[in-house]
């Protein structure tokens, strides 16, 4: 007999092919119109960007004082042909004293405010601008760093007479530093008019109760929120000592006073000597920062500082690079006429030579504070930069490892590392320091170097 059933199958077919287009149409609706999928990570920049050229119309308020950049002062030397960037040798296996790298790095000394070893930091322009200074703080908690360097300078609190204080400024933006959860490193320089100091030239003030007296009253302001204050800057440098040969005694006691007013009314605060820019040249104009250090120990310098601040520029070799080696390379340190011992300030670890002068006055106890360290990518070819300009690629490479590197071979008495810099957005591409910088001077434009965004990956895996 025969199966009825069988005369139902082509219906049922039909009918499952049917529904079947149906769904798949209905689907192809739902995926043309409701979803939405997620974005793809954007990758880290891993080229070099071209030179921008940056917006030079005059800034509607007054330009922060201008900051130096580590450089070295050396008389004018041969310019030797410029190697590629990249082509020099690569650096000989490091040699410093091995430390156990499990160990967890020491606190900060006791009462004082704590400081990592290395601890991470950058130079940045906040005081004019409020909203410049809110987008480069982001920019700082995007790397995940954990201080800021930030300018106070003293002719623009104090400047109008002593005891006349325009505090408008640094409320702002201490307000916004302490929103964004960062500790400040404030660099005090800068003398007003009224104090002398052969103004306009930077230098000491004649009396230095002047500048004790203004610490007084800042630290007073801002107790518990400066976290340390950097007592001048490159002080072996004569520009930035009124024009006068340098004098480690003179700075000692200028060292002194401010410690002494600081610690009067924050004792928790750090006290940093100012940082010394490397140099091979020893006469009226510039002091090697060895000798100069060596200088302010032997004039009684000791109790009245808690770090040592010290500027490492890297020059045109990575942070591993044995200094030796760039004494001995001309190619690494320009020519440099000098002895051999002078010339170990051409890289990174000539930061290693002045620790070991504080070792041997018996101070091992204390840290030291990179106050200003970077590599430049300056383009410029009348630049007197521009013979040690590395690719933005490796400016990028040279930071991350040199962080990398204090971490595995200078602790525990390294502590805060200022990179240097986020850009002032002032800055033109005529302006030295635009070409350290890791973020372009534009606003409210951003264009960061590799070196940014190396940073941003760091700071995810830290």
């Not at 009245?304 to 591993?320: C, I, R, S, T």
Request: net charge negative.
């Amino acid at each position: 007999m025969q199966n009825k059933s069988n005369g139902w199958l082509p219906y049922v077919v039909g009918i499952t092919i049917g529904l079947a287009v149906v769904c798949a149409a209905g689907f192809a609706v739902f995926a043309m119109f409701f979803y939405k999928p997620s974005a793809p990570k954007v990758p880290v920049e891993t080229t070099a960007p071209a030179i921008v050229t940056f917006v030079t119309a005059a800034p509607t308020q007054p330009a922060a004082q201008p900051q130096t950049v580590p450089a070295a002062t050396q008389p004018p030397a041969p310019q030797p042909t410029d190697a590629p960037s990249g082509s020099q040798p690569p650096a000989p296996p490091a040699t410093p004293v091995p430390v156990d790298a499990t160990q967890p790095a020491p606190s900060a000394p006791s009462g004082l405010v704590p400081m990592a070893s290395p601890d991470y930091g950058i130079q940045a322009f906040l005081y004019w601008r409020p909203e410049v200074a809110e987008r480069d703080l982001q920019l700082i908690n995007d790397i995940k760093f954990n201080w800021v360097k930030q300018g106070f300078s003293w002719r623009e609190i104090e400047g109008a007479g002593k005891g006349d204080f325009n505090w408008s400024n640094t409320d702002r933006m201490m307000d916004q530093i302490d929103a964004h959860g960062l500790k400040v490193i404030a660099r005090i320089s800068t003398q007003p008019e009224w104090a002398g100091g052969n103004y306009p030239e930077l230098g000491p003030p004649d009396n230095y109760q002047d500048l004790a007296d203004f610490l007084t009253a800042l630290a007073t302001r801002y107790k518990g929120r400066i976290d340390a204050y950097q007592i001048w800057n490159e002080p072996n440098l004569a520009r930035e000592w009124g024009n006068r040969p340098p004098n480690p005694a003179e700075y000692a006691q200028l060292l002194k006073v401010a410690y002494q007013a600081i610690k009067a009314v924050d004792p928790n605060a750090w006290v940093i000597t100012a940082g010394l820019a490397p140099t091979s040249r020893d006469d009226a104009v510039a002091m090697p920062d060895t000798k100069f250090v060596q200088g302010m120990y032997d004039a009684g310098a000791e109790p009245y500082f808690d770090a040592l601040g010290v500027h490492g520029a890297g020059y045109k070799v990575a942070p591993e690079t044995d200094p030796n080696v760039v004494a001995n390379d001309p190619a690494l340190n320009n020519g440099d006429p000098s002895p051999p011992e002078a010339k170990r300030i051409y890289c990174f670890r000539h930061i290693e030579d002045v620790r070991q002068v504080m070792v041997q006055n018996g101070d091992a106890d204390k840290r030291v504070v990179v106050l200003e360290f970077g590599w430049t990518v300056d383009p410029r070819p009348d630049s007197p930069y521009h013979w040690h300009a590395v690719s933005e690629v490796e400016q990028r490479d040279y930071i991350l490892r040199a962080y990398k590197y204090a971490q595995e071979n200078w602790q525990p008495w390294i502590g805060v590392m200022n990179l240097i810099y986020l850009a002032n957005v002032d800055w033109t591409e005529n302006d030295e320091q635009t070409y350290w910088s890791i973020t372009y001077p534009l606003y409210p434009d951003l264009k960061a170097r590799p070196a940014y965004w190396g940073l941003v990956e760091l700071g995810r895996q830290r």
